[in-house]
């Protein structure tokens, strides 16, 4: 990676919180670009909360099950990231549908633990998609990086990363390998988008090789 500038973003969490870690630990090693402005969690409670204070980062709880539908729910994150105006919004391991506000549309990014589209959509994060994955038998999986749209697991891909299913495999054992690929991945695209390599074209995501780096998007 060359030094660009760093991105600053706000992470968005459910859970547990080691997605949202890895990307903390790699900025604070110096191998992502990135500052993280904030963590919003759409639960209270949960471990990421703790593991986000680990790092001095603040964290703030929009708690899903206070709100009666998701517009309502979505106004009030968006609301507070647009009190600290980040770079982009990076979910990890968020688990709440929001709808993104216009100014945001390719500016927010998730990881998923397939490769898109295959094994997506509504419903299907966690372990529920490594099963699904070795009930279908496939040879391959891996994660995707994509921007968000307003459908689920839906946006254009970023970066995928494929890893072998192996006969002997478990879903722990699958989602252990994936999410070796995912900690390469999600800071791989972070820093692709500080040095301006990410191009949107209509659908897709072109990345522009180093040498055409600031190149106007």
Partial sequence: MTNPRKVTAVILIS???????NLLQRAKDGTCALECLGVISSKEGVAGIARAQKFGVPVQVVNRKDFTDAVAFSRQVFKLINGV???????AGFLSYIHLPER???RVMNIHPSLLPKFGGKGMYGARVHEAV?????KETGCTVHYVDDEY??????????????????????QARVAEAEREAYPEA??????KR??????????????????PS
């Fill in 134 to 138: 070795l009930k279908a038998g496939e």
């Fill in 15 to 21: 859970g547990s919180g080691t997605t949202m870690e």
């Fill in 198 to 215: 990410l191009m949107q074209v209509a659908k897709s995501v072109r990345i522009l090789p180093v040498k055409a780096a600031g190149t």
């Fill in 104 to 106: 945001y549309k390719g």
């Fill in 190 to 195: 972070v820093n692709l988008y500080a040095e």
């Fill in 85 to 91: 105006k980040p770079d982009l919004v990076l979910l």
């Fill in 153 to 174: 697991d839906h946006g254009p891909h970023i970066i995928q990363k494929k890893v072998p299913v192996l006969p002997n495999d478990t879903v722990e054992t699958l």
